[in-house]
C-alpha cells in the first residue's frame, strides 16, 4: 500500500461548482498533514495545514479522519485561477521528511 | 525576506556529465530536503540534511548522488555520469526546528534535462 493515496483525476468542474478531493495515508502513526497546489511546472505551495477538528480558509475546506486515515479538501464556488494540481502531504512522525501524495488535477471550465 | 534560491533553473547535460544543482535555504532556516519529480510522477524525498550533516538519505540512489551543506554556502545535490532516466525536475525546501507542525517552502526547482 502506498504511504499517500490520490485519485488522480483529472476532475474537470465548472466555474462556480463545488469540488472535493480525498486522500488516504497508510501510517496511522502520522502527525501532520497538508494540502498543497501545483501549478504545470511550478514548485509546490502550502495551500493549507489540516487539523483534527477541520479548518477552513475561504473557499477552501480541509478535514482529517484519524480513525479512518482520510484527509478531504472540498473547495467551494471554483474559480478558473483553481485550476492546478493538487497535492496531499503528510508527515509521519516528528521532524521527518514529507510524504507526497502523486496529486490530484484539476480543471476548472470556463 | 528572499525564499529558497535554486540555481539554475533550467539545466542541460549529455550523458555521462556532471551535474551540480545549488539551493540557498531562506534565512534562518538550517534544514534543507531535496526532493525529485519525474515527468507526470509525484514528489520523492532524497535527501535531508542539516548544517554539515546528512540525516536521511533514504531516498537517495546508492551510486552516481551526493549531496552537501556545508557550513558556509548553499546545499548542492550532485549527480554524477548523468543518465536520461535522471531527466526530471529537482526541488529544494528549507524548515527551522520549530517548523514540524508547518509546510516547508520550496525553492522554483532546477529543470535538468540529459541529452
Known amino acids: 500500500r502506498k504511504e499517500v493515496e490520490q485519485d488522480p483525476g483529472p476532475f474537470n468542474v465548472p466555474e462556480g461548482a463545488t469540488v472535493a478531493f480525498n486522500c488516504t495515508y497508510s501510517?496511522?502513526?502520522?502527525?501532520?498533514f497538508f494540502w498543497y497546489r501545483q501549478d504545470c511546472r511550478k514548485e509546490p505551495k502550502l495551500l493549507m495545514s489540516?487539523?483534527?477538528s477541520g479548518n477552513e480558509d475561504g473557499r477552501f475546506t480541509a478535514q482529517l479522519n484519524r480513525a479512518s486515515q482520510y484527509i478531504s479538501l472540498l473547495i467551494r464556488d471554483s474559480k478558473l485561477s483553481d485550476s492546478a494540481t493538487y497535492l496531499c502531504v503528510v508527515r509521519p512522525s516528528g521532524n521527518t521528511p514529507l510524504v507526497f501524495g502523486k496529486g490530484t488535477r484539476l480543471s476548472v471550465i470556463a | 525576506n528572499a525564499g529558497v534560491m535554486q540555481n539554475p533553473r533550467h539545466l542541460v547535460r549529455r550523458r555521462g556529465q556532471e551535474a551540480r544543482l545549488r539551493c540557498s535555504p531562506m534565512k534562518g532556516h538550517s534544514h534543507v530536503y531535496w526532493y525529485r519529480q519525474l515527468p507526470e510522477e509525484g514528489l520523492k524525498f532524497m535527501v535531508y540534511l542539516q548544517k554539515e550533516n546528512i540525516i536521511d538519505e533514504s531516498g537517495m540512489p546508492k551510486e552516481r548522488f551526493s549531496a552537501e551543506f556545508p557550513k558556509e554556502g548553499p546545499s548542492i545535490l550532485r549527480i554524477q555520469q548523468v543518465v536520461r532516466g535522471d531527466s526530471a525536475a529537482y526541488f529544494c525546501?528549507?524548515?527551522?526546528?520549530?517548523?514540524?507542525?508547518?509546510?516547508?517552502?520550496f525553492g522554483s526547482g532546477t529543470r535538468l534535462t540529459v541529452v
Open positions: 501510517n496511522s502513526a502520522s502527525q501532520s
Open positions: 525546501a528549507s524548515s527551522d526546528l520549530t517548523a514540524s507542525n508547518y509546510g516547508y517552502t
Open positions: 489540516v487539523y483534527s
